[in-house]
């Protein structure tokens, strides 16, 4: 299990931007930049969903109802893997979490409340 730490939730109004990170302060970099990255989240009462994924050559996806809205990068110098959420709504309110993987393993953040809200 890899050690990831997660930041950058709070509390938002509709409308407004939001920027996670989540870092692998114990990985050396090299190691870093192999594992497939991604951001979940998990919506009260229902499944935690995938929202976007960057490969190791830099490949990203998104789920239909974050793109365009969401952009996940990361920077290898940092270890960090970011989420920019921007337009976001109420129903985007959830706990959201960063994931590894490598070789069929994953490996989890801690998880992030993001709160959309007037």
């Known amino acids: 299990q890899v050690q990831l730490v997660e930041s950058g939730g709070g509390l938002v109004q509709p409308g407004g931007s939001l920027r996670l990170s989540c870092r692998a302060p114990r990985m050396i970099t090299s190691v870093f930049t192999m594992y497939t990255k991604a951001w979940y989240r998990q919506r009260p009462g229902k499944q935690r969903e995938l929202l976007a994924r960057?490969?190791?050559?830099?490949?990203?996806t998104y789920t239909a109802s974050v793109q365009g809205r969401f952009t996940v990068s990361r920077d290898n110098s940092k270890k960090t893997l970011n989420l920019q959420m921007r337009s976001l709504q109420p129903d985007d309110t959830a706990v959201y979490y960063c994931?590894?993987?490598?070789?069929?393993?994953?490996?989890w953040g801690q998880g992030t409340q993001v709160t959309v809200s007037s």
């Open positions: 994931n590894f993987n490598l070789d069929g393993r994953d490996s």
């Open positions: 960057i490969t190791n050559d830099g490949t990203t």
